[in-house]
């Protein structure tokens, strides 16, 4: 094992600039090329990338300190051969370099010279050297033809792969064209567009940019007068290589998401290249950032801190939240924690209500002689401790309602394009209990007796209030029964427990005057309702289901046909 020590860089220039971002950890693997620090002059930003692979070993500079050139940025443990093979190249290769001398534009190169203008003159718009780069990408447009524009006005913001740099305005004038689009790769001297001076600034040279180090101004072709060579300042962007360019995206920069129009009101942004990188990478509009590094200055955090309040927000297509109301200020108030179970319900009746469209059906079944069946069993109730309310009677009636109506033992697949039928019937029943509604399920209704279905009922139902149930006792219903027959009531809408796609509400039966075409009956009558999810299950298959069952519970000699 080896250590070295990894110093900052030549500043081009620059005697002293501030640690703005630490991008390692103490103990971290890091791999050659990548960013340790951000390092911030007044104007300019700088990412220093690693020149050696290995393990960071103490960190000496931290964020707010001011550095300069050879000053120890951090220490580096090298493995193996990697240290042998790296021969302490101590100070990194990374470096930044200065912007090259002037390269004047010889009279008559670039565009055919335009005639002199009222308002000034034309200058051709030159992406710069990029020091070595191939070509870099045009990542965002902060102007478009027909803007005025000021000196030094960023216009748009190229980058390559470690680095970027801002395009400014080379001077006072309004934009004529600009030919590119945000995505596009350019190359040095490609020509971006036009811009005509204001007539002061055409009298005189175009003002240099007051770039720190290495901010790179466009190579104006003064397009009339041809004689007067055109001020060309050239800045390096170094690119593909370890040389971290110095970028000017810090300087009042107008940032503009790709497609936007230029707003006169868009707030400065102020992030480095590896920022902006991900957040494009993210997609998050670096404008919409709240910067909480010095000078506002957008870190990776305010990146996460973004992503994690937008995932927390509810979707745009969302539905209008009910209004947080403060009850307070109209009267006492008590908040009452809700149990996990009456939290799941919340969830629960919500996921249901807002996926399935609801219909309910309503019929009254004639159990006249179910009762008077029910009440000649009591003895035999008495004598097997077993109570037969009507609930296991409708379980049973359930039981073959599903069997001759499969789509109602059905589920819709997440595609919407297939349904599952289930070759099972196993009914849930919903229990009230202190604390909370708890639907356990019985299976296979259909191959038991009412006697079995009234005691594994009320056996279920005991469990339920005392909190005994198992997680599989409430899992793998077809369909649900919800009765409040023993409260009272006359009809009410359930909702359908999803994915099953039907539930049967019953109320309180009670005698009511039944027309049997001839006279007024007094006869005992149970209201039901069927609520159904009317993807699954047309009006017909529910008003059949709804009279299938009505028709049983009426005589219960049909459950043998
Ligand atoms: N009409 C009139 N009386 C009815 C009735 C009906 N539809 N259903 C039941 N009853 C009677 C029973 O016969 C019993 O009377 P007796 O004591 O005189 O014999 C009494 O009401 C109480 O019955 P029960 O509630 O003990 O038994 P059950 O089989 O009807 O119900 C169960 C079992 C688990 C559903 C019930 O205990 C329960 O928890 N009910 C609450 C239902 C509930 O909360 N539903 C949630 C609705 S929200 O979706």
Redesign the pocket.
């Known amino acids: 094992m080896k250590r070295e020590s990894v110093k900052v860089p030549e500043l081009g220039g620059a005697s002293e600039v501030e640690v703005i971002e630490i991008a390692v950890a103490d103990g971290a693997a890091v791999a050659i090329g990548q960013t340790l620090i951000t390092l911030e002059s007044d104007k300019a930003s700088m990412e220093v990338p690693s020149p050696l692979a290995g393990t960071v070993r103490g960190i000496s500079v931290k964020v707010g300190d001011r550095v300069r050139e050879g000053d120890e940025i951090l220490v580096m443990e090298i493995a193996g051969e990697a240290a042998s093979a790296s021969a302490p190249p101590v100070t990194p290769a990374s470096t930044v370099t200065a912007a090259p001398a002037p390269a004047p534009v010889a009279p008559g190169e670039g565009p055919a010279p335009a005639a002199p203008t009222a308002g000034g003159v034309v200058l051709a718009l030159r992406v710069p050297d990029l020091g070595g780069a191939d070509s870099v990408e045009v990542i965002e447009i902060s102007a478009r033809a027909g803007d005025s524009v000021t000196e030094g006005a960023s216009l748009l913001v190229l980058e390559g792969d470690k680095a970027s740099m801002e395009f400014p305005a080379p001077a006072d004038g309004t934009l004529l064209a600009l030919d590119i689009k945000v995505g596009d790769r350019v190359t040095s001297g490609q020509k971006l567009g036009e811009l005509r001076t204001a007539a002061a600034a055409a009298a005189a040279p175009v003002a240099q940019p007051a770039a720190v180090v290495a901010a790179p101004v466009a190579v104006a072709d003064v397009a009339a007068p041809a004689a007067a060579p055109a001020p060309d300042v050239q800045a390096t962007l170094a690119d593909g290589d370890a040389v971290a360019a110095i970028t000017r995206v810090f300087e009042k920069e107008t940032r503009l998401a790709a497609g936007r129009a230029p707003s006169a009101a868009a707030a400065p942004v102020y992030a480095g290249p590896a920022v902006r990188q991900l957040a494009r990478e993210i997609g998050i509009p670096l404008d919409e950032v709240r910067g909480s590094g010095p000078k506002g200055r957008i870190l990776r955090e305010d990146l996460r801190s973004y992503v994690k309040t937008r995932l927390a927000a509810p979707p745009a297509t969302a539905l209008p939240t009910v209004p947080d109301v403060d009850f307070a200020a109209f009267g006492p108030i008590e908040t009452v924690a809700l149990s996990n179970i009456q939290k799941a319900t919340v969830t629960n009746m919500s996921r249901s209500w807002l996926n399935v469209p609801h219909v309910t059906q309503f019929d009254y079944a004639d159990v006249t002689e179910l009762e008077a069946f029910r009440d000649s069993l009591k003895p035999e109730m008495e004598q097997r401790k077993n109570?037969l309310?009507?609930?296991?009677f409708l379980l049973l009636a359930v039981a073959r309602a599903l069997r001759e109506h499969p789509r109602f033992n059905a589920a819709l697949a997440p595609d919407g394009a297939n349904l599952v039928l289930k070759k099972y019937c196993h009914v849930g029943?919903?229990?009230?209990t202190p604390q909370g509604?708890v639907v356990p399920v019985i299976r296979d209704v259909d191959r038991k007796s009412v006697w079995e279905l009234?005691a594994e009922?009320?056996e279920l139902?005991d469990k339920a209030r005392n909190r005994k149930l198992k997680l599989a006792e409430m899992q793998g219903a077809c369909f649900t029964i919800?009765?409040?027959?023993?409260?009272g009531g006359e009809g009410f809408t359930?909702?359908v427990n999803a994915p099953e796609v039907a539930i049967l509400?019953?109320?309180?039966?009670a005698v009511r005057p039944v027309w049997n075409g001839q006279e007024f009956l007094a006869r005992k009558t149970?209201p039901l309702s069927l609520s159904y999810d009317h993807r699954v299950i047309n009006g017909a298959d529910a008003g059949n289901f709804l009279s299938f069952l009505v028709v049983v519970l009426g005589d219960l000699r049909r459950l043998l046909l």
């Open positions: 109570k309310t009507p609930l296991p029943i919903a229990v009230d509604l009234a009922a009320r139902a919800s009765s409040l027959g023993n409260i359930p909702i509400g019953v109320s309180k039966l149970l």
